[in-house]
């Protein structure tokens, strides 16, 4: 008669250990649809603030980024002291941005004055911002136009399907050193009249009450109103003044 065998105990394969387990990719964080009033209130709050945070640390590196080339660049006659240069169309509207070819005129900068420039009245010279003609505009946040065109860009597809109704991004350039101002004009002589039969209120009326707007549209002086004299009363005596606009002619300046 045959054995009967028994029927062996098989142990079951020993799991892997590895030392580093793979962890899966941290995703955005979501505000819970479901669950107490408060805790997604807290959540949406938390959202805010970190989406507000990180927003306000890439401004301030744009700005110290800015204020470095500021800072390195002094003195540039290429950039003017910008650290990069803006061009411009024929209509004057800015059309791009590049950096500036010349070397700079300082190899550091100390800490201190980089965080001050970044934080003062002129912490945001040097960057770019953009505006839409639907009212919605951005301040000079982004170093260059390729990041504020971007971000125009954005606004386009979330507010206007993606079709642009002629928003432009604008730079903020380094304030240049104020120019010397026109010459005053020369002041005109004035006749003093005596046997005019008029009360002063009477005199100073005589002075023609155009608006300049409309002096203007009509090609005559805006401050005579193409009269080419002022009436006046000073000092008891009724006087009568070549306008010191037109020059006695009546006419509108060329430069209006």
Avoid at 177 to 188: H, L, Q, R, V
């Amino acid at each position: 008669m045959a054995a009967t065998r028994t029927a062996t105990r098989r142990k079951a394969p020993a799991r892997r250990t590895t030392a580093t387990r793979s962890r899966r990719p941290v995703s955005r964080v979501k505000i819970p649809r479901r669950g107490p009033l408060h805790a997604r209130l807290g959540a949406w709050m938390a959202l805010r603030v970190v989406t507000r945070f990180a927003d306000h640390q890439d401004v301030l590196r744009s700005r110290k980024d800015a204020a470095i080339l500021r800072a390195t660049h002094e003195g540039c006659p290429k950039c003017h002291g910008n650290g990069q240069i803006f061009t411009k169309g024929k209509d004057g509207s800015f059309t791009g941005s590049k950096p500036c070819p010349a070397p700079a005129t300082k190899e550091t900068v100390s800490r201190w004055e980089i965080n001050k420039a970044a934080r003062l009245n002129d912490k945001r010279t040097g960057l770019v911002g953009w505006a839409c003609p639907c009212g919605k505009k951005e301040k000079p946040r982004y170093r260059d136009a390729r990041e504020a065109t971007k971000a125009l860009r954005t606004h386009e597809r979330n507010k206007h399907g993606g079709k642009t109704v002629g928003g432009a991004w604008y730079a903020q350039t380094a304030t240049a050193t104020p120019a010397a101002g026109p010459k005053e004009k020369e002041a005109m002589p004035s006749k003093v009249v005596t046997d005019s039969g008029l009360t002063d209120e009477q005199w100073i009326k005589k002075n023609k009450g155009m608006a300049p707007a409309k002096a203007i549209a009509a090609g005559k002086c805006w401050k005579c109103s193409g009269n080419g004299k002022l009436h006046g009363a000073f000092g008891g005596e009724q006087i009568l003044v070549v306008c010191p606009e037109c020059r006695g002619n009546g006419r509108a300046p060329k430069a209006a």
